[in-house]
């Protein structure tokens, strides 16, 4: 079964073309273009990782972020920040933000990709504390 | 108009107070030494009519003296004449009334000239002959001084009051000499008297060129003045009370009219006695005239002194307080941030010392008014470079991504299409976003203003912007009366509406409402569009207009506000946020109904 990912981000053009990239690699994506929707959606379906913008309006990229990380139910799926404001090199982003990875919108698609795949095996290592 | 508001507030201007001190000081010195001047020459003045004054009286004296050396003669005459021999040198000769008179009228023609009394007693002071045409003499029984003379075997002189009659006396011994040295006896006492008459008065006048009047205590005997101005005289002399006093006193009096030095010299009877005073009258009209003469020169020279005092103080305190007035002036400017206008005082003195040192800090205020501007556009720069990059980044990784797929990946016709269009529509969001900063960074409009209906023109940008498509969710109500018309450029009043509109929908990106309501308001026209959005952060609401202040927002260049702002601007209206914190936004455009554009007829050229 296609891992599902949930793909959070403002810019419906740049999501559209995230989305088709995800998808060409056998993914399952959904869509969100706010932090809030992003919940409502995570309230019906786990996705098995998110990626998410960081400066949206309404709610940002890193409530949405923290909010996952109290919640017992979603605590433990890998979390990627998919930033303008983080820089290439990675540095740019205050250390207090609890997800897996942040990436600058400049990562190349392989880049992005090795890494989703990398989180997805891992996480599927890893004990899950939901009973599954 | 600048001079005027330099003292707004204050009581005088600085050059006032030097100018109004300078002129009073040299006022006063002025008056000061005109006074000096004055006293001292009409002290001078007085003394010259005191010495004249005096210089008449000892006239007097040498006419009395003439006279009483006269009589003297006479008197001597007589001693040696056998007549006279015989009768006062024996006591056995007759001595009636008519021997005596016998006797004299052989000396009448030296004794008749201004003789108006003669009388002769024995040694012993005893009357033996009295004769007067004007006096009653009968009650006369003893000569005064008469014995005195007689032993001292000396002339002498002095006054009289006799039978209501003021004379004066001249004393003679009449000597018989024995022939042995020492043992010459006095015979007789020969007086011979002259009358202090208007006669005598008139010829000591002629005489002396001064008028007399001659005293008894309150009583005028005699005077030279004419009749009309005597009785007036001689009660302002009384009243003066020379009398009273044994020596000479003088005294300044008006007698018709005209300014008098009085001179009062005492007449004293043989013991010393005071009898009456003779008054001699001096005019002042001289001395007036003089006084007079200095005091209108001191006048014109003291009032063109002050005029040339004045005049000088006012430029010299002028020349001190321009350089000042100059400093404040220039002060002001500098406090309203004019940097550019010079401060020109000449450096000469503290006053251009100060300035040249004040013209010092303007210049170096300037320079780092300068370094701080240069510093300030470098952030400006700075954080617009920062705001571009971070606002490409997002289309860029679109056009990336899309780039790789379709170099990479085994792809539909569909999704080659999808990723097409991606890339089409990045480019196009790169290209507007270059167009505006371009267009932010050459900060002025060339406005072609026309006048149109806003209704039409708001519905436009509406339709074009919120389609189910771009904005799903989002309803817009627009209450504009259709009959409100605006002057304004309309591609660029199209952008103002676009960016706010898209500003409200990035406020909502789940959906919502937004209102737009329009009203004219006086002079003005009042747009409102009001969203159902979380409202503006308070930390965002101070710097909300600035360039790039929301940076980071997808779909935003991070300009649209600026950029509707200096819309409005240069319209000559206004945008504002009218929201409360926490409150959905409202952002409030007023524009004015009859606006003309400066730049209107140079859009074609720009």
Redesign the interface.
């Known amino acids: 079964m296609a891992s599902k990912i949930l793909l959070v981000?403002?810019?419906p053009?740049?999501r559209?073309?995230?989305a088709?990239?995800l998808e060409?690699q056998g993914y399952s994506v959904r869509q969100a273009?706010?932090g809030?929707?992003a919940l409502e959606l995570l309230s019906r379906e786990q996705p098995d990782l998110i990626i998410s913008?960081?400066?949206?309006?309404?709610m940002d990229g890193r409530t949405l972020c923290k909010h996952t990380r109290g919640d017992s139910g979603l605590r433990n799926i890998p979390f990627i920040i998919l930033s303008?404001?983080v820089d290439p090199d990675g540095s740019g982003v205050l250390p207090d933000l609890p997800a897996d990875r942040c990436l600058?919108?400049?990562v190349?698609?392989?880049q992005l990709l090795q890494l989703i795949k990398e989180l997805l095996d891992g996480s599927r290592k890893m004990p899950r504390f939901n009973g599954e | 108009m600048e001079d005027a508001r330099i003292d707004k507030g204050r009581s005088l201007k600085l050059r006032d107070k030097l100018f109004l001190s300078y002129s009073l000081l040299s006022v006063v010195i002025l008056l000061a030494a005109a006074w000096a001047i004055n006293s001292q020459v009409v002290a001078q003045a007085r003394q010259q009519v005191r010495e004249e004054m005096k210089a008449s009286l000892s006239l007097y004296d040498a006419v009395w003296e003439e006279q009483a050396g006269r009589l003297s003669a006479l008197g001597m005459a007589m001693a040696g004449s056998p007549i006279v021999k015989t009768i006062f040198g024996d006591p056995r000769a007759s001595r009636d009334k008519e021997t005596i008179r016998q006797m004299l009228a052989e000396f009448d023609r030296r004794l008749s000239e201004n003789v108006d009394l003669v009388l002769i007693s024995d040694s012993g002071g005893g009357i033996i002959y009295a004769e007067s045409p004007n006096a009653d003499l009968s009650r006369i029984q003893e000569l005064p001084g008469a014995r005195a003379v007689a032993e001292h075997q000396h002339p002498a002189q002095s006054f009289i009051l006799l039978g209501g009659q003021l004379f004066h006396l001249a004393v003679t011994p009449v000597i018989l000499h024995s022939g042995s040295v020492g043992v010459d006896n006095t015979m007789a006492v020969l007086v011979a008297g002259s009358e202090l008459n208007r006669r005598t008065a008139l010829e000591l006048k002629q005489r002396a060129h001064s008028d007399v009047l001659f005293f008894a205590g309150d009583r005028l005997y005699a005077s030279s003045l004419e009749p009309e101005v005597e009785m007036q005289a001689a009660k302002t002399i009384a009243a003066l009370a020379f009398g009273r006093e044994a020596s000479d006193q003088s005294a300044e009096l008006t007698i018709a009219g005209e300014d008098q030095l009085a001179f009062a010299h005492q007449l004293s009877d043989s013991d010393g006695r005071p009898v009456g005073y003779v008054v001699v009258l001096h005019s002042l009209a001289g001395a007036s005239m003089l006084f007079h003469a200095i005091s209108s020169r001191l006048m014109l020279v003291g009032t063109t002194s002050v005029v040339l005092t004045l005049l000088v103080s006012y430029f010299i305190a002028r020349r001190i307080t321009r350089p000042i007035e100059f400093l404040v002036v220039g002060a002001r400017e500098l406090g309203q941030g004019k940097y550019e206008s010079r401060i020109d005082v000449s450096p000469s003195g503290e006053i251009g010392q100060l300035a040249s040192a004040f013209e010092q800090m303007r210049q170096s205020i300037k320079q780092g008014q300068a370094v701080l501007l240069r510093n300030e556009r470098l952030a400006t720069v700075g954080q617009m470079a920062s705001g571009i990059?971070?606002?490409l980044?997002?289309?860029?990784?679109?056009v990336?991504?899309?780039a790789?797929?379709f170099a990479?990946?085994a792809?539909s016709p569909e999704?080659r299409q999808?990723?097409a269009n991606?890339q089409v529509?990045?480019a196009q969001?790169m290209g507007a976003m270059l167009k505006e900063l371009l267009e932010f960074s050459r900060g002025r409009y060339q406005l072609k203003i026309e006048e149109q209906a806003l209704a039409p023109l708001i519905s436009y940008v509406v339709s074009e912007l919120i389609t189910p498509e771009v904005a799903p969710g989002v309803t817009v109500e627009m209450r504009i009366p259709p009959e409100l018309r605006v002057r304004v450029d309309g591609e660029r009043a199209r952008r103002m509406f676009e960016n706010l509109l898209i500003n409200s929908l990035?406020?909502?990106?789940?959906g919502g409402a937004i209102t737009i309501r329009a009203s004219e308001d006086g002079q003005k026209v009042r747009i409102n569009i009001v969203d159902s959005?979380?409202g503006i952060p308070l930390q965002l609401r101070e710097r909300l207009f600035e360039p790039f202040a929301s940076?980071?927002?997808?779909?935003g260049t991070g300009l649209g506000l600026a950029i509707a702002r200096s819309i409005a601007e240069a319209h000559g209206g206004l945008l504002t946020l009218v929201s409360a914190n926490e409150e959905p936004a409202d952002f409030c455009i007023e524009l004015p109904l009859y606006f003309e554009a400066r730049h209107g007829k140079q859009d074609s050229a720009g």
């Open positions: 981000e403002d810019d053009n740049y559209a073309v995230l088709l990239a060409l273009l706010g809030q929707k913008d960081l400066e949206m309006s309404g303008a404001f600058s919108k400049q190349s698609n392989s | 990059i971070h606002d980044r997002s289309p860029l990784a679109a990336s991504t899309a790789d797929l990479n990946a792809l999704q999808i990723l991606s529509r990045a969001r990035q406020a909502m990106p789940e959005g979380s940076v980071g927002k997808s779909g």
